[in-house]
């Protein structure tokens, strides 16, 4: 049933803005035009709006880019990840609900995603701006067959997925910045967090937090972030719709997943390597040892970056802030 609801979807979208009408609808999707109107009545109580004109047909009036459960689960295109959805116009952190989801059972794909966070959480203890409306707020459980030592893999997995989905959604370009920040024209877009619940040396589940900053304008970011924040509607001058947006990376973080599990590490890891910003550059490491300079020849299996310094030696960098 919910099929025939997206075959409608699709064609609206194929219409790109025009007119259908119900006899063409009818006939692209297989089914009698009572059937296209029941269905049609059927996505309006689900908050499309389309409009229906003698003699005309059919046109859905572009949506107020509104998130909703509803609205996610119609075009997507996954078996898996965000099959469950979980949405709230406002929490606290949805990484935080994921979590709680995961311990009583949640299954492999659930997603998460609100609206606004209170408190938004970026890595160690430092704070992520949330604001309403604009963003995408999400996190994921997966339940992968893992060791518990490869799944940082998975916050590099997870960078290659954004990067994807945003190139699909946007045509815009994204890099990498080691370890986890994605950044267009050097200002961060969308910041990653992958948190691990383990039992022995078992994964219980992995929760994948993913924050992109979608639609706002420079001066909606609080004055510490403009110089180093950006979101997708400032770099490609237009709305973008953050229902589709979260669509693709449901559906390339499905895909990358599928092949990592059946191929190992090594594609993801050449994807990884092929949109980072620092890899094949002289950079400065700042880490809480100090500073080292050398040249980023790229990272190992574990996600660890390898820098290479005058030396010749080869150092492992854990955990640093990059210079360019
Ligand atoms: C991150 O941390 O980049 C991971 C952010 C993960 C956010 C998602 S949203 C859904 C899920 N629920 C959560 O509660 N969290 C996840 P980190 O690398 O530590 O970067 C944090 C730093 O980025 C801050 O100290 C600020 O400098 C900057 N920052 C904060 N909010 C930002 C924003 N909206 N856009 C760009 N930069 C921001």
Not at 19 to 40: D, F, Q
Not at 112 to 127: A, F, I
Request: charged share 25%; proline share 2%; hydrophobic share 35%.
């Amino acid at each position: 049933k919910s099929n025939v609801r997206k075959d409608i979807l699709n064609a609206f979208r194929n219409a790109k803005g025009e007119y259908i009408s119900g006899e063409k609808l009818a006939k692209e999707i297989g089914c009698s035009r009572t059937a296209v109107w029941k269905h049609i009545e059927e996505l309006k109580k689900e908050g499309f709006q389309v409009k229906a004109v003698r003699k005309k047909g059919y046109l859905l009036v572009e949506h107020s880019n509104k998130l909703s459960a509803n609205e996610i689960y119609l075009g997507l295109e996954t078996e898996e990840i965000g099959r469950t959805v979980h949405f709230y116009e406002s929490v606290s952190s949805t990484q935080k609900l994921a979590k709680e989801f995961a311990l009583n059972g949640a299954k492999h794909g659930t997603l998460v995603v609100s609206d606004e966070q209170t408190e938004g959480r970026g890595r160690l203890v430092r704070q992520w701006y949330s604001p309403k409306g604009t963003g995408l707020w999400m996190s994921i459980i997966v339940r992968p067959e893992i060791p518990i030592q490869k799944t940082p893999q998975l916050t590099l997995l997870t960078a290659v997925a954004v990067i994807q989905a945003i190139e699909a959604t946007t045509g815009l370009h994204p890099t990498i910045k080691w370890p986890n920040d994605i950044l267009i024209n050097g200002r961060k877009v969308c910041g990653i967090l992958t948190e691990m619940q383990a039992e022995e040396n078992r994964v219980q589940s992995v929760i994948i937090g993913i924050g992109v900053n979608v639609n706002q304008n420079k001066a909606d970011f609080p004055e510490e972030l403009q110089t180093i924040a950006t979101s997708l509607k400032i770099e490609a001058d237009k709305t973008v719709s953050r229902t589709k947006l979260l669509q693709n990376i449901c559906y390339q973080l499905e895909q990358l997943l599928n092949e990592y599990l059946h191929t190992g590490f090594k594609p993801i890891k050449q994807l990884w390597e092929s949109y980072a910003n620092s890899i094949g550059k002289q950079i400065t490491a700042r880490t809480a040892k100090g500073s080292y300079t050398g040249f980023a020849i790229g990272i190992n299996d574990e996600g660890v970056l390898l820098l290479k310094q005058a030396s010749g030696e080869v150092m492992e960098i854990y955990s640093a802030d990059i210079d360019l």
